[in-house]
Structure formats: C-alpha cells, structure tokens
C-alpha cells in the first residue's frame, strides 16, 4: 500500500488540477459557440490521450537505456531516470489523475455540447447527451487504447521525450 502522505497529495494535487481544468474550460465554454465547444473538448481528449501514453510508457521503458545516456552528458537523460524511478507515482499522476480529470472534464463538455446541438437545433437534449457522450467516451477509450500500444512498444523514445522536455522546463 502506498505511504498515506502520498494518497494525501494524489488528493491535493487532484483537486487543484481539477478546479484549473475545470474552471478554465468551463469559463471559457460558457460563452463560447458550438466550434469552440468541440475545440476545448478535443483538446482536452487529447491532453488525457498523451498523459495515458507518457503513465503507460513510464512503466515499461528500460532505465539502462538512459544510464547510458547519462554517462554522455546527453540532455533529458537525467530527467527520464528520475521518471523511471518513479514510474509508479508518475504513472499514477498522469494515468489516474489527470487522465480521469480530462474523462470528467470532457464529459461536462460533452454535456455543453449537447445542450447546444439540442437547444439549436429542437431536438430532444436526452437522445443528444446520449450521442455526443458515446462519442466523446469512444474517441477517449479507443485513443488510450491505441495509445498503450504505441507507449509500450515505443516507451524508451517516449520517456526520453518527456525527459528533454523537462529539462528544457528546468532551465
């Protein structure tokens, strides 16, 4: 079982994240047209999508790879050691806590969008939320899907991406 500070943060951390997120794209959609609507929830898909592929990729990538790496001095590698060692909390902040924000936050978009469509166009809002719900959880689903497959084969490349990224962020 995981130390009880860290379940502590993983809260925190969620709720943060999920007040930002969410008032953010709430703020923004409130207004906002049904384009824009399709604009945020797309890229908040995605942002779930590549979270899930950088959790599942921590998980599976080969920590010697980027020791050697290190021994050159080559950038990110310092970096994509420490997210290997840390693979299960890594994994679990961008798998769980932001990947299931970014489902909920999608969902609540999902609904605007329904709301939009129905109220435009008279249709029943019950049979839209439907629809549109079913859409947004495949393309979510399916992505993650396709998305693991791509993390395990290809984790190493992945890891050291995110890695460089970070050690950009750094400086």
């Known amino acids: 079982m995981q130390n009880k500070s860290w379940i502590i943060k993983v809260f925190i951390i969620t709720f943060a994240i999920c007040m ?44 010697a790879t980027f020791h050697a ?37 999608s969902g609540s978009m999902g609904a605007m969008i329904a709301i ?8 029943n809002p019950t049979i839209v939320a439907l629809i549109v719900s079913s859409i947004i959880s495949s393309i979510m689903v399916g992505g993650k899907a396709i998305g693991k497959n791509i993390a395990i084969k290809k984790s190493d490349i992945i890891i050291f991406k995110v890695g460089r990224i970070l050690n950009k962020v750094k400086k």
């Open 20 to 63: 930002l997120i969410s008032g953010l794209s709430n703020m923004i959609a409130s207004n906002a047209n049904i384009i824009i609507l399709l604009v945020i929830t797309v890229l908040i898909i995605i942002i779930g999508i590549i979270f899930d592929i950088i959790g599942t990729a921590v998980l599976t990538a080969d920590e």
């Open 116 to 123: 939009t469509i129905a109220n435009k166009f008279n249709l």
């Open 69 to 105: 790496k290190a021994s050159n001095k080559i950038k990110g590698s310092k970096e994509s050691i420490k997210l290997i060692k840390n693979a299960s909390n890594i994994a679990n902040f961008c798998n769980d806590i932001i990947g299931d924000i970014c489902g909920i936050v």
